[in-house]
C-alpha cells in the first residue's frame, strides 16, 4: 500500500500533496490557470479508492464538460484500474439527469420524461405567448426564455416570484402568466427543461428528505471543478448532498455526518455570469462550511512563462482580485505571434498557413487548437480550413442535433418514449405531410382538453371528431405506427425502433423523393442519426431508449463526446475553460467581438470578458497566436474593427508582430496601436477611403458559388492554376471520391494540400 501511495503521490508539489491527502469535511483548492487543481481532484479520487476509504460508488466528482468527465474517469482509472468503476464522475446536469430518471415518479413525472433544449423551450413559449396574445406587449421567444433560466438559476419558481411581483404592471402580470402557463405545459408533458434538471432535483431533495438522505447516505466524497462558474441552483444542490440525512423517525436510516466536499477553482476564470455563476460562491465557500481547510497553489505546470507573463498581466487589470503568483519552471520559450489580418479570411488563411507549419515540424492536429469570441467567427475559418484540406472538428454545440429533419426524426423517437410529450407529437404530426394542417391540430388539442384525454389519446380517438375520412385515416395510421413503434421498444433495440419509425412514416421517403437537393444531404443526416443509435447499442449492450434520449439531450446541448484525435480543434472561448493545448490560436481579438459588443451593458461585462481572454491565453502550452482583422464580416456586412484593448495588457516585448503581405503600408512588426473610436487609420492604410467589401479587396479569394470539381481528373505531374496561388504542379493526389486531395508546389506560394472537390483550381 505504501508504494501504491507514493505513486500515486509521486511528482506532486507539498501543496498538491497536501491537497491529495487531506482528510476533513470540507476542503477548497483555489489557484490560478495550469497549477494542477484538476489533476489534483483526479489523484484525490485514486487516492480514496486505493487505500479504501471509499467505494467507487460512494464517490460523486462535477466536471463542467463531458469531454472532462469522460477525462477523469479515464485517468482515474488508469491509476487505480478496475477499482473505478461505478463511480459517478459527471456535469451537473447529467448527474440530475440520473437522479431525476430513478426519483422522478415521487413527483408526477415518469422516467421517460422528455429533456428540452433551448429549441423546443423557445417553440413552446412562442405558442404560448401567441396563445395569450403577449405579443403586442412586446415579449418574444428569446426574451422570455431568457428571463425564465435566470429565474430558474436563482431557483425561483412563478409561485416565489409572484408573490413580489407587481401584478399592477401589465407586463409582470403578463409575465407571471406566461412562466404559468409555460411550467404547466412541462409538467403535461412530462418533460424538464435544462435548467429544471438542476432545480427540480433541488426541489425534489427539499420535498422529500427520505429522496435526498438516499444521495446523502451513499456520497461520502463530493467533488467539484471549476467552483467558480456555479450557479445558486448549483451551489444548493451540492449543499443538499453533502448535507448530513435528516433522521428518520423510525431511525431506519444509518446517518453519516453528511459527504466531505472538495472544491477546486479560480475567480479568475469565472466566465459564466450571464448563466447565473456567482463568484461569491467560492469566495465565501469558508463562511459557507465553517471550518473548511483551504490549500493555494502557485507553480504552473502548463504555460511556458512567456505566455504565463501575458496572462497575468493582462488579468492584472481586473479590480477586486488577490493578486496571485504563478510561476513556471518550463523557461520563457518562445515569443507570442501577433497577426493583423486585412480581413476574416485573410486572418483565417493566417491560421491555416500557421497550422500546417506547425504540422510539418511535428506537432499532431490533435494539439492544436483555434478560439474564438462568438460562432459567427467559424464561417471564415471553416471556409479557409476546407480549401486547404486541413482536419478540423468544432466543438461543442453539435449543429447536427438542430437540424430540422434530426429534430423531426427525434420527434417520433421522444413521442414513442414519451407518449405525454405533446410537443413532440404536434412536430411530426404533419411531418412527413399527411395532410393534417393547424386547423385540425387545434381541432385534436381542442378534443382533447374538452375530454381531459391527452393529445396521444385524442390521436386514438381521432375518429370521433368527425373529420374527413382521408384526415382521419392519416391521424389513425400515424397512431398505430407510434404504437408499433411503443411495441418495439419493449424487445429492445433503439436502432430498430429509429428505423422503423422514420421509414414507415414516410419521413426518409419523403426526402429521397423531392426535387431540392438539400433533401438528399437530409436523408443522409437521418441515415448518420440511425447509425448514432447503432453505435450507442455498441457502447451500451443494456442501454435502454431513455438512455439513449438522455445522452443525445445531453450531448447535443453541451459538447462534443467524440474523440478528436487527428484534428484540429476549434470552439469558442467558453468550451475552452479546463483544455490544455500545444498551441493555440486566439482569433478575432478585436473590440466588438473581445469585449463583446454585448458586454458593454452588462455590469461587469468587461472584466468577464477580460477573464475570457485570459481563460484563452492559459489554454497553451508552448505556442499562443493572436490575430485579429482589419475588416471584419459581421450581421451581413463589413465592418472596420479595431484592436481589442486588451491587446495593449500584455508587455509589447512579449509579441513579436506580423503582418497581412497584402496589406497597403504593411511595417510589420508593429502593435496595432491604441483604441480610438474615431480613428480611420491603422497603421497607414486609410480605411474611409478603401472599399470594404471583401470581394473586391481579396479578388477570387472567396465566392459564394459553391464550387464542384469533383470530376476533375488530376495526377501527379498536373500542371494547375489555384486563384489565390497560382500555378503549380501536382505533387501526387491521395484519397478517394469527395475527399480526393491533392499535393501541389506552387511556384510562389509553396506547398499546399488542396481538397480536389472545392478548392478554386483549374488544369491547365
Ligand atoms: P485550469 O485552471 O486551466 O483548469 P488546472 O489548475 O486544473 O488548470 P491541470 O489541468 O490540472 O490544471 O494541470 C495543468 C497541466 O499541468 C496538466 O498538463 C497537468 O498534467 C500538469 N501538472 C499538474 N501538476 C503537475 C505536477 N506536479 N508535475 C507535472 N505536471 C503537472
Ligand atoms: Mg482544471
Given at each position: ?308 507573463t501575458a496572462a497575468n498581466s493582462v488579468i492584472a487589470n481586473n479590480f477586486d482580485r488577490k493578486d496571485k503568483k504563478l510561476w513556471t519552471a518550463v523557461g520563457d520559450g518562445e515569443k507570442i505571434v501577433g497577426y493583423t489580418g486585412y480581413s476574416g479570411h485573410d486572418e483565417a488563411q493566417f491560421v491555416a498557413d500557421e497550422i500546417e507549419k506547425l504540422h510539418s515540424a511535428g506537432t499532431p492536429y490533435s494539439s492544436i487548437a483555434v478560439f474564438y469570441r462568438t460562432n459567427a467567427q467559424t464561417r471564415a475559418l471553416e471556409e479557409i480550413f476546407i480549401r486547404s484540406a486541413l482536419p478540423y472538428r468544432i466543438m461543442g454545440g453539435t449543429k447536427f442535433y438542430e437540424r430540422a429533419e434530426i429534430k423531426d426524426a427525434m420527434g417520433y423517437l421522444v413521442s414513442v418514449a414519451n407518449p405525454q410529450d405533446t410537443l413532440a407529437l404536434r412536430r411530426i404530426l404533419n411531418t412527413p405531410k399527411r395532410g393534417i394542417g393547424p386547423a385540425t391540430e387545434t381541432a385534436l388539442f381542442r378534443f382533447a382538453e374538452d375530454n381531459g384525454l391527452s393529445f396521444r389519446d385524442a390521436m386514438r380517438e381521432a375518429a370521433a371528431l368527425g373529420l374527413g375520412p382521408k384526415v382521419t385515416n392519416a391521424i ?289
Amino acid at each position: 500500500q505504501e508504494r501504491s501511495e507514493s505513486r500515486l503521490l509521486a511528482g506532486l508539489n507539498p501543496q498538491q500533496r497536501e491537497a491529495v491527502l487531506y482528510r476533513g469535511q470540507a476542503l477548497l483548492i483555489v489557484a490560478g490557470a495550469g497549477s494542477g487543481k484538476t489533476s489534483v481532484l483526479t489523484r484525490r479520487i485514486a487516492s480514496l479508492l486505493e487505500n479504501r476509504e471509499a467505494w467507487p460508488s460512494q464517490i460523486l466528482a462535477i466536471t463542467f464538460t463531458n469531454k472532462a468527465a469522460a477525462e477523469m474517469r479515464e485517468r482515474v482509472g488508469a491509476l487505480v484500474g478496475q477499482a473505478s468503476e461505478g463511480m459517478w464522475i459527471s456535469t451537473f446536469h447529467s448527474a440530475c439527469v440520473r437522479i431525476l430518471r430513478r426519483e422522478a415518479e415521487n413527483f408526477g413525472f415518469t422516467k421517460n420524461f422528455t429533456i428540452y433544449d433551448s429549441s423546443d423551450s423557445r417553440v413552446l413559449i412562442k405558442r404560448i405567448i401567441k396563445e395569450q396574445g403577449a405579443d403586442v406587449l412586446g415579449f418574444t421567444p428569446g426574451n422570455v426564455s431568457a428571463k425564465i433560466s435566470k429565474l430558474k438559476n436563482e431557483l425561483a419558481d412563478v409561485d416565489s416570484y409572484a408573490r413580489n411581483a407587481n401584478m399592477d404592471d401589465p407586463n409582470e402580470a403578463a409575465f407571471v402568466q406566461i412562466f404559468r402557463a409555460y411550467t404547466r405545459a412541462l409538467t403535461a408533458a412530462n418533460a424538464f427543461d435544462f435548467d429544471d434538471l438542476i432545480g427540480q432535483t433541488v426541489y425534489l431533495f427539499r420535498a422529500f428528505p427520505h429522496v435526498a438522505a438516499t444521495y446523502q447516505n451513499r456520497f461520502k466524497h463530493v467533488l467539484v471543478d471549476e467552483y467558480q462558474d456555479t450557479n445558486h441552483a448549483q451551489y444548493s444542490l451540492i449543499r443538499e448532498l453533502t448535507r448530513p440525512p435528516a433522521l428518520d423517525d423510525n431511525a431506519l436510516i444509518t446517518t453519516s455526518p453528511g459527504a466531505s466536499l472538495t472544491v477546486v477553482g479560480d475567480s479568475d476564470q469565472s466566465i459564466y455570469a450571464f448563466r447565473g455563476a456567482d463568484i461569491r460562491n467560492i469566495v465565501e465557500f469558508e463562511r459557507d462550511f465553517p471550518g473548511a481547510k483551504v490549500i493555494l497553489l502557485e507553480q504552473n505546470y502548463r504555460s511556458t512563462q512567456n505566455i504565463l507573463t501575458a496572462a497575468n498581466s493582462v488579468i492584472a487589470n481586473n479590480f477586486d482580485r488577490k493578486d496571485k503568483k504563478l510561476w513556471t519552471a518550463v523557461g520563457d520559450g518562445e515569443k507570442i505571434v501577433g497577426y493583423t489580418g486585412y480581413s476574416g479570411h485573410d486572418e483565417a488563411q493566417f491560421v491555416a498557413d500557421e497550422i500546417e507549419k506547425l504540422h510539418s515540424a511535428g506537432t499532431p492536429y490533435s494539439s492544436i487548437a483555434v478560439f474564438y469570441r462568438t460562432n459567427a467567427q467559424t464561417r471564415a475559418l471553416e471556409e479557409i480550413f476546407i480549401r486547404s484540406a486541413l482536419p478540423y472538428r468544432i466543438m461543442g454545440g453539435t449543429k447536427f442535433y438542430e437540424r430540422a429533419e434530426i429534430k423531426d426524426a427525434m420527434g417520433y423517437l421522444v413521442s414513442v418514449a414519451n407518449p405525454q410529450d405533446t410537443l413532440a407529437l404536434r412536430r411530426i404530426l404533419n411531418t412527413p405531410k399527411r395532410g393534417i394542417g393547424p386547423a385540425t391540430e387545434t381541432a385534436l388539442f381542442r378534443f382533447a382538453e374538452d375530454n381531459g384525454l391527452s393529445f396521444r389519446d385524442a390521436m386514438r380517438e381521432a375518429a370521433a371528431l368527425g373529420l374527413g375520412p382521408k384526415v382521419t385515416n392519416a391521424i389513425l395510421s400515424l397512431s398505430a405506427l407510434l404504437d408499433e413503434g411503443a411495441a418495439l421498444v419493449a424487445e429492445g433495440k433503439v436502432s430498430e425502433v429509429m428505423s422503423t419509425l422514420v421509414t414507415k412514416s414516410g419521413l426518409v421517403e419523403s426526402l429521397r423523393r423531392s426535387h431540392d437537393p438539400q433533401d438528399e444531404a437530409r436523408a443522409e443526416n437521418i441515415e448518420e442519426l440511425i447509425a448514432v443509435t447503432k453505435e450507442f447499442e455498441r457502447n451500451n449492450p443494456d442501454g435502454e431508449l431513455v438512455d439513449f434520449l438522455t445522452e443525445v439531450s445531453l450531448v447535443a446541448a453541451a459538447d462534443d463526446l467524440d474523440d478528436s484525435s487527428g484534428t484540429v480543434s476549434l470552439m469558442t472561448l467558453h468550451t475552452a475553460k479546463g483544455l490544455e493545448y500545444d498551441a493555440v490560436f486566439l482569433t478575432g481579438i478585436e473590440e466588438d467581438l473581445l469585449p463583446h459588443r454585448m458586454s458593454a451593458s452588462e455590469p461587469g461585462g468587461p472584466a468577464e470578458e477580460r477573464r475570457l481572454f485570459y481563460v484563452g491565453i492559459t489554454r497553451a502550452k508552448k505556442r499562443l497566436f493572436l490575430s485579429l482583422a482589419m475588416t471584419r464580416a459581421q450581421y451581413g456586412e463589413t465592418a472596420v474593427a479595431m484592436p481589442s484593448r486588451y491587446l495593449q495588457e500584455i508587455p509589447a516585448e512579449l509579441i513579436e508582430w506580423r503582418q497581412s503581405p497584402g496589406m497597403a503600408n504593411s511595417r510589420g512588426g508593429t502593435q496595432p496601436r491604441a483604441l480610438n473610436a474615431n480613428r480611420t487609420k491603422w497603421n497607414g492604410t486609410d480605411l474611409a477611403t478603401k472599399p470594404l467589401t471583401e470581394k473586391r479587396d481579396w479578388p477570387n479569394r472567396i465566392t459564394n458559388q459553391v464550387r464542384d470539381n469533383g470530376a476533375l481528373e488530376l495526377a501527379a505531374g498536373d500542371r494547375i492554376r489555384h486563384s489565390d496561388f497560382g500555378d503549380g504542379r501536382v505533387q501526387t493526389v491521395t484519397g478517394e471520391g469527395a475527399k480526393r486531395i491533392a499535393h501541389v508546389q506552387f511556384e510562389s506560394a509553396g506547398f499546399k494540400k488542396l481538397l480536389i472537390k472545392i478548392a478554386p483550381i483549374e488544369k491547365l
